[in-house]
């Protein structure tokens, strides 16, 4: 008799895990190919007052490859089903904590890039939003010494919010 109980009980979790499904796209994007077929991403020009030269070409480079990496877009240069420009609007440190000697004790380094999006075949979700990525660094440590790594990891993250902005639909 237990043994009956057994077998239809794994027969009844087999016919509830069967039936049941789920389905993911592991690459984050919820793209429409037999619609979309290409994607342009323009160089995004930096019109900050505060100025690191890298961080422009780290930038661009980085978007492309978060899209070329994520998703069969084709990048083209000009007419792209998708569309993405803009400019690096600022970059810029702040103090974000003082030590009980009434010294900056950390300081909060931040990268803002202004996008506008268009979808030729779906012009509902255009949109022009701007997106800000931020790092913390002591400030025991020179900017110099750090910089690369922080603006690293900023071209990192406001690469992904612009990919999940415009493709993911999140």
């Given at each position: 008799m237990k043994i009956q109980i057994i077998k239809y009980s794994l027969l009844a979790l087999l016919v509830i895990l069967t039936s049941c499904s789920v389905s993911y796209k592991f690459n984050g994007s919820n793209i429409d190919y037999n619609k979309v077929k290409t994607i342009q991403?323009?160089?995004?020009p930096i019109r900050s007052a505060y100025v690191w030269g890298p961080m422009g070409p780290m930038f661009n480079n980085e978007l492309k490859d978060e899209f070329a990496n994520h998703t069969r877009l084709i990048q083209v240069k000009r007419n792209g089903d998708l569309k993405i420009e803009g400019e690096i609007v600022r970059y810029e440190q702040r103090n974000k904590s003082v030590s009980s000697e009434g010294y900056s004790a950390q300081t909060e380094l931040?990268?803002?890039?202004?996008?506008?999006?268009?979808n030729n075949t779906n012009h509902k979700e255009d949109f022009e939003q701007q997106f800000t990525a931020t790092s913390v660094y002591e400030t025991t440590q020179s900017l110099n010494s750090v910089q690369e790594q922080l603006?690293?990891?900023?071209?990192?993250?406001l690469s992904e919010q612009i990919f999940n902005a415009t493709v993911a639909n999140w």
């Amino acid at each position: 008799m237990k043994i009956q109980i057994i077998k239809y009980s794994l027969l009844a979790l087999l016919v509830i895990l069967t039936s049941c499904s789920v389905s993911y796209k592991f690459n984050g994007s919820n793209i429409d190919y037999n619609k979309v077929k290409t994607i342009q991403i323009a160089e995004f020009p930096i019109r900050s007052a505060y100025v690191w030269g890298p961080m422009g070409p780290m930038f661009n480079n980085e978007l492309k490859d978060e899209f070329a990496n994520h998703t069969r877009l084709i990048q083209v240069k000009r007419n792209g089903d998708l569309k993405i420009e803009g400019e690096i609007v600022r970059y810029e440190q702040r103090n974000k904590s003082v030590s009980s000697e009434g010294y900056s004790a950390q300081t909060e380094l931040s990268m803002t890039v202004n996008v506008r999006f268009t979808n030729n075949t779906n012009h509902k979700e255009d949109f022009e939003q701007q997106f800000t990525a931020t790092s913390v660094y002591e400030t025991t440590q020179s900017l110099n010494s750090v910089q690369e790594q922080l603006v690293t990891e900023m071209v990192k993250s406001l690469s992904e919010q612009i990919f999940n902005a415009t493709v993911a639909n999140w």
